[in-house]
């Protein structure tokens, strides 16, 4: 079975510039979740899709916005680009938002977007 | 205060020695766990999760969480320098991660 898959590999975008971000999930996974990874830091949280509904959005600025797709993919968009928006933009999936010991919410991260901003 | 703090090493050690790792945790209502892999240029992996207090083995890995300290462990046995990675910890319902350890094991 395919992982999570996203789209571009790499980016590189000039400041103010807007960007999209694309991320497919694993086949039966109807939850995804965005994090952006900062070189030399942990994934910070964006944003968690189940169901076509945000479920959960982190502390991002609302030049941030996401939304999820009838087949469950999802697009991250990010406007007004910043030099400080450069990291690695993760995408999870998961059978549902919930906790890892009951199954349901064990995360399964894509190799990730790498986002330059110049 | 992060929720969860983690010493980001890095940490360099000889092939076939006992690794701990570690982080603390600030919310009290945290109740589940996760340790994650991360190898260069890859997305994180789970290895392992806990839920509440105590110890969880799997293999040559151990997690461990004291729930009085906030405090949860990674211990490796027997590391090799395949373990060569990232390690994150991570807990809450949005999954907030630590600044996560670089391991390297040398051969």
């Known amino acids: 079975d395919a992982g999570v898959t996203q789209s571009p590999t790499h980016l590189i975008k000039t400041r103010g510039q807007h960007v999209t971000l694309r991320c497919s999930p694993i086949?039966?996974?109807?939850?995804v979740s965005w994090y952006q990874q900062v070189l030399g830091q942990g994934p910070q949280f964006i944003f968690q899709y189940y169901e076509k509904e945000e479920r959960g959005r982190g502390n991002f600025p609302d030049r941030f916005s996401a939304r999820q797709f009838p087949n469950y993919s999802s697009e991250l968009n990010v406007n007004a680009l910043l030099l400080g928006d450069s990291a690695l933009y993760l995408c999870a999936s998961s059978r549902a938002p919930g906790q890892v010991f009951a199954g349901t919410g064990e995360q399964y991260f894509g190799p990730g977007t790498r986002l330059t901003v110049t | 205060q992060k929720e969860v703090e983690q010493d980001p090493g890095p940490l360099s050690v000889p092939e076939g020695a006992i690794v701990s790792l570690n982080c603390t945790y600030s919310?009290?209502?945290?109740?589940?766990f996760m340790w994650y892999r991360q190898y260069s240029r890859k997305g994180p992996e789970l290895l392992m999760y806990?839920?509440?207090?105590g110890n969880k083995e799997d293999g040559r890995f151990t997690a461990q969480v004291d729930k009085s300290s906030k405090y949860i462990s990674l211990f490796i046995r027997d590391s090799q320098p395949s373990d060569s990675a990232t390690y994150l910890c991570?807990?809450?319902?949005?999954?907030?991660f630590g600044t996560g350890t670089s391991l390297t094991v040398i051969p």
């Open positions: 919310n009290s209502a945290f109740q589940y």
């Open positions: 086949s039966g996974h109807k939850s």
């Open positions: 991570a807990s809450g319902n949005q999954f907030y």
């Open positions: 806990t839920y509440s207090s």
